[in-house]
């Protein structure tokens, strides 16, 4: 069976769906299985989301004619606007946590201040929001989406995935986080380029004084073997039905968390 036919006959699984599962096996459930309504959306995603945007927006613009500073931001408030309204059209309400909507604008056009000033304008990019399905073993097929995937030259690249966050990225996730893996994994094999791919997460922080930090991160071939462990065992702990609640700090955004609760409370 050649790579095309594997893919055809096994099932591609979603890194964001495996994830799901890791971060909390019920909301897994919730989101993939039953695919319970969304009781509320998360004002963190909406902006997330619109920050990515914007990113991309910016990063596709150097090949061509980088877009200004007021472009950039013009992108990512008519992307939170769009999120909003289409929030509003599914009657979800999106909740922004302690701060407002306005504030999380506001924020965004600082992130973006900071990014711009400091983002390196000479790279190449061959892609911004680069699918990609890919074979990783005769019963495992996995797709996702890169957030950037530059040419180093002299044969090399490197996969830049975006994250907006509270705060700087922890050293557990920094040696541990499957993504990273998963998409090393995947660029390599697109590329045909194996062991020359690197991986950095560009994180923006949305702290009082917002910042942008480069954190490259490396894996071992013993990690890349791992991945496939877990995903195997995501897959049997679907099959028998297991998807205990892993309570943490995502809770809080969670958009089934009053089917969760309410459950609990029933003893379900
Ligand atoms: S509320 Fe928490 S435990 Fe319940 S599904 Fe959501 S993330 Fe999981």
């Not at 495996?18 to 902006?47: D, K």
């Not at 990515?52 to 939170?80: G, I, Q």
């Not at 560009?202 to 991160?217: D, E, G, M, N, Q």
Request: a negative charge; one cysteine or more.
């Amino acid at each position: 069976m050649n790579q095309s036919d594997t893919a055809l006959a096994v099932q591609p699984v979603s890194f964001s769906r495996f994830s799901t599962w890791l971060y909390c096996p019920r909301r897994y459930l919730y989101r993939y299985i039953l695919e319970s309504p969304e009781e509320r959306a998360s004002g963190n995603f909406v902006f997330g989301s619109a920050i990515h945007e914007a990113f991309e927006a910016f990063m596709r613009s150097l090949k061509d004619d980088p877009l200004n500073h007021e472009a950039v931001v013009a992108v990512f408030e008519r992307a939170m606007h769009d999120e909003i309204a289409l929030n509003q059209h599914h009657g979800v309400p999106v909740d922004w946590g302690k701060k407002s909507a306005d504030e999380m604008l506001a924020k965004g056009a600082e992130l973006i201040d900071v990014f711009l000033q400091k983002v390196d304008r000479h790279v190449t990019v061959i892609g911004t929001e680069v699918p990609f399905t890919v074979e990783f073993a005769d019963d495992i097929v996995v797709n996702g989406v890169i957030d950037l995937l530059l040419d180093e030259g002299d044969g090399r690249y490197r996969v830049v995935d975006l994250k907006t966050s509270a705060s700087s990225l922890a050293q557990d996730r920094l040696e541990f986080d499957l993504q990273p893996t998963v998409y090393l994994l995947a660029a390599e094999r697109i590329l045909a380029a194996p062991g020359k791919v690197d991986f950095e997460f560009w994180v923006l922080t949305k702290a009082k004084s917002p910042a942008f930090r480069i954190y490259p991160v490396q894996r071992s071939q013993a990690q890349r073997a791992e991945v496939l462990e877990v995903i195997r065992d995501v897959r049997a702990a679907e099959a028998a039905g297991i998807f205990p609640r892993q309570r943490s700090y995502m809770c809080f955004g969670c958009e089934h968390r009053d089917k969760c609760d309410g459950e609990c409370r029933k003893g379900a």
